[in-house]
Nanobody, 122 residues
């Protein structure tokens, strides 16, 4: 069974950066596409980014395009989300999840981590 654990969240000022990590255990990550999602207080969970099993395929939500970069290191069983120029609107719990294909559609994701809190505030 695939287990996903997120880390790297925290409190950062507007304009700052964070790098989230999603580490997999129980199975090798190279068999899965990985997506990042987020849920802000009082809002529905939304897709942020996704990366295919092979590094070349990536997708981004319009709200983070150009600021966030997703990448993966299958040798470390890890997917990263580099977040730059953070805005207060990026405040949310961030989750990683696994799917068979890279997509921003949540319905394809079958395994989820517990989440890591990202707070952007001055």
């Amino acid at each position: 069974q695939l287990l996903l654990v997120e880390s790297g969240g925290g409190l950062v000022q507007p304009g700052g950066s964070l790098r989230l990590s999603c580490v997999a255990s129980g199975d090798t990550l190279d068999g899965y596409a990985i997506g990042w999602f987020r849920q802000a207080p009082g809002k529905e969970r939304e897709a942020v980014s996704s990366i295919g099993r092979e590094h070349g395929v990536t997708f981004y939500a319009a709200s983070v395009q150009g600021r966030f970069t997703i990448s993966r290191d299958n040798s470390k069983n890890t997917v990263y989300l580099q977040m730059n120029n953070l805005e207060p609107e990026d405040t949310a719990v961030y989750y990683c999840a696994a799917a068979a294909i890279a997509t921003l559609s949540e319905k394809w994701y079958t395994d989820w981590g517990q989440g890591t809190q990202v707070s952007v505030s001055s």
